[in-house]
Nanobody, 115 residues
């Protein structure tokens, strides 16, 4: 599985961005998918996940602002980010985990939020 993340950019606080993680090589419909981020000088952290059955989980600080979804026909996972804050600034990466726990990572997309 190859993952291509896109949609990052530089925005003002309060604005929105929509990140996409497009998969190729095989269908990710049965994969556990997630978005992680790595803020400058900090460790990678979980942002949101979605199971093959559509169950979602979010980091507390993004609950109510971010929404993860999957579009199986296009083999894509979306992270809709609203009301962005400067502390959301990070490189965002997508993860695909197979049923056998093999993990695939995308290359990351930069999100910068200015106050």
């Amino acid at each position: 599985v190859q993952l291509q993340a896109s949609g990052g950019g530089q925005v003002q606080a309060g604005e929105s961005l929509r990140l996409s993680c497009a998969a190729s090589g095989r269908s990710i419909s049965s994969y556990f998918m997630g978005w992680y981020r790595q803020p400058p000088g900090k460790q990678r952290e979980l942002v949101a996940t979605i199971s093959s059955g559509g169950i979602t989980n979010y980091k507390d600080s993004v609950k109510g602002r971010f929404t993860i979804s999957r579009d199986n026909p296009t083999n894509t996972v979306i992270l809709q980010m609203n009301v962005l804050k400067p502390e959301d600034t990070a490189v965002y990466l997508c993860l695909a985990r197979s049923w056998s726990s093999i993990e695939y990572w995308g290359q990351g997309t930069q999100v910068t939020v200015s106050s």
